[in-house]
């Protein structure tokens, strides 16, 4: 029904169990949008103009706007509240937890593990989406033009092992998700398939 709002921020609330809600003045009209937290310092300051992508999520006893950055980001969010089981607050927190190409990415490969580190996502619930949305994700990141560099990154279990073991060591998956994408553009590093090379290089560049 809503593609998207122009407006002016009126107000960002930090409400209960994690939500924000934005506040968005539209032709003389509040209205409120419930948003990634992450998002919440990129956003302009109150009474400047923005826009920004929706969602209309409603059932019978609920009427909630959702509000994203980007179209790929409201697509997304679309397609993971079309799996059996996932309603738009385990979207949210995923989207949330993730950068949007290291989201695809661990669906794709279906990187449960990966995918468990969201609050509220246990292991079944992580390889019932990826067994829904792999292969939709795979032809979709390429129409929305989110997929990874070629050789940027392990493939296969090694990956799993590498995010896992630097995820251990406290690093945030978007802080992964940017030294494996950089450190895979060393042509003698995309080459092998040993895990804890990855791990020593990631953390260097991690600690540059």
């Keep these: 029904m809503y593609s998207y709002f122009q407006g002016t921020v009126v107000s960002i609330q930090k409400m209960s169990a994690g939500r924000v809600v934005l506040t968005l003045e539209v032709n003389h009209i509040g209205y409120e949008l419930q ?3 992450r998002m919440v310092p990129k956003l ?3 009474g400047e ?5 929706t969602h209309l999520y409603l059932r019978e006893d609920q009427m909630t706007i959702f509000g ?4 790929s980001e409201r697509d997304l969010f679309r397609q993971l509240i079309a799996v059996s089981g996932i ?4 979207a949210i927190a995923l989207l949330d937890t993730f950068e949007l190409k290291e989201l695809v990415q661990a669906i794709v490969n279906g990187n449960t593990r990966l995918l468990s ?3 509220g996502v246990g292991p079944k619930t992580a390889e019932r989406i990826s067994l829904e949305l ?4 795979a032809e979709w990141r390429q129409q929305s033009g989110l997929s990874t560099a070629p050789d940027a990154s ?3 279990t090694v990956q799993e092992d590498v995010e896992m073991t630097l995820i251990a060591l406290g690093y945030t998956p978007q802080e992964i998700a940017q030294a494996l994408q950089a450190v895979g553009q060393m042509k003698a590093l995309s080459k092998t398939e040993d895990a804890e090379t990855w791990i020593r290089e990631a953390i260097a560049w991690l600690s540059r």
């Design 117 to 119: 580190r969201t609050p």
């Design 49 to 53: 103009s923005l826009q920004i992508f």
């Design 68 to 71: 994203f950055s980007s179209l």
């Design 134 to 137: 792999r292969t939709k994700l």
């Design 35 to 37: 948003i990634l937290p």
């Design 87 to 90: 309603g738009p607050q385990l």
């Design 44 to 46: 302009p300051a109150i």
């Design 154 to 156: 392990p493939v296969g």
